[in-house]
């Protein structure tokens, strides 16, 4: 079965670092999206993304966040310069389409960030 | 602002009883609703969906959930746990129109014990 994958599993860098989190999205999604999860916290939403731009992003996604999809695969997620609130658990999910009932988004195993 | 509750962070069952995880969206007007399911070290798993039509939902590994506007809720049940159904379980929403982008707003979360 399809799925989507996530790299690193867990990334450990230190404050003010650039971080790039990856994730393959399943071949034949066209929505993308990123969440974070502070632990113990709510999962929450950061963006989404379709046909090459955001078209939405929360308040937590500054102008530190940028989202890429560099090639037809990859859809990656850069933290400009970190700092230790940006440590979580952020899951990559993708979507086939979005309308009707065809609602449902495939989450990755996520990335563990911990920023020191 | 939507939001989304979940009654109890923990809940523990014995094995063959009854599993009863609530949920409370806010909004007036009903959205598309989810719960999803997260074992130890994996991504979130998409348990089961209302969009339209019957209220009365079955997903997989044997549970469903019961949409009910009057009371806002979509609450999850299974008729007997078993220990394999020990994981954290959120409810999550997304709202209905044309400017959706399939953005989630979860819950916070039920951690599911089931002892022998």
């Known amino acids: 079965e399809p799925e989507v994958t996530q790299t690193p599993s867990h990334q450990v860098t230190q404050m003010g670092q650039e971080v790039i989190l990856r994730c393959v999205p399943i071949?034949?999604?066209?929505?993308f999206y990123w969440y974070r999860q502070i632990l113990g916290q709510k999962v929450e939403f950061l963006v989404s993304?379709?046909?090459?731009?955001?078209?939405?992003k929360s308040e937590i996604f500054d102008d530190q966040f940028s989202v890429e999809r560099p090639d037809g695969s990859n859809f990656t997620l850069k933290i400009r310069s970190t700092k230790l609130e940006d440590s979580a658990m952020y899951f990559c999910?993708?979507?086939?389409?979005?309308?009707?009932?065809?609602?449902?988004?495939?989450f990755g195993p996520g990335t563990r960030l911990t920023v020191t | 602002a939507q939001s989304v509750t979940q009654l109890g962070s923990h809940v523990s069952v014995s094995e063959g009883a009854l599993v009863l995880l609530r949920c409370n969206y806010s909004?007036?007007?009903?959205?598309?609703l989810f719960w999803y399911v997260q074992y130890p070290n994996q991504g979130l798993q998409l348990l089961l969906k209302?969009?339209?039509?019957?209220?009365l939902v079955k997903g997989i590994n044997g549970f469903e959930a019961e949409f009910k506007k009057s009371e806002t809720s979509f609450h999850l049940t299974k008729p007997s746990a078993h220990m394999s159904d020990a994981a954290e379980y959120f409810c999550?929403?997304?709202?209905?129109?044309?400017?959706?982008?399939?953005?989630?707003?979860f819950g916070q979360g039920t951690t599911l014990q089931v002892k022998p």
């Open positions: 999910a993708s979507s086939e389409k979005w309308s009707g009932i065809s609602y449902e988004q495939y």
């Open positions: 071949s034949n999604h066209l929505y």
């Open positions: 993304f379709y046909n090459n731009e955001i078209s939405e």
């Open positions: 909004s007036s007007v009903p959205p598309y």
């Open positions: 209302y969009t339209t039509g019957a209220t």
């Open positions: 999550a929403v997304s709202d209905r129109g044309s400017s959706n982008t399939g953005k989630l707003i």
